[in-house]
């Protein structure tokens, strides 16, 4: 945890929003974040909880866009979202106005129109300008003593 909040702090000031478009539920609207965090589980790492509501078995992505905001104001919102203080909205009200959007999806699309850095798992990845995700349901048997 002590090597995720150095990296964090010392990117904190250099960390610069990227303007997307989203296409979700037949909808589609253009933002400016800093993060979006596709979960199909509710953690990061360290117990970090990032996605409060998401469930592995429930068919759903759980979607978290921290919005372009004041620097000064980032943290408490973030924290807000760990804190599982922002409740989940539903696809058919987005856009909205808030500066953490919260919602849950079977797929969406993802026009990553400022080449905004790619993290699979925490590991960098080679970025790309459009996103297709979905999940694939009952795709695999799992088998446990």
Known sequence: MQTYAKVSASNYFKAKP??????????SFSTEAFLICIA??????????????????DGLLDIVIVNKMSKFILPFFVIGQLAGMNTVTPVSELPNKKN????QTDSLSI??????PLHIDGEPRE??????IGVIRD?????QP
């Open 40 to 57: 199909n589980s509710n953690q990061f790492g360290n117990h970090v909880t990032i996605a409060p509501q998401a469930r592995l078995q």
């Open 127 to 132: 970025t790309t300008e459009k996103f297709r």
């Open 111 to 116: 026009h990553n129109r400022g080449l905004a």
């Open 100 to 103: 953490v959007m919260y919602f």
């Open 139 to 143: 795709c695999f048997l799992l088998l």
């Open 18 to 27: 990227y303007l997307f478009e989203i296409e979700v539920g037949g909808r």
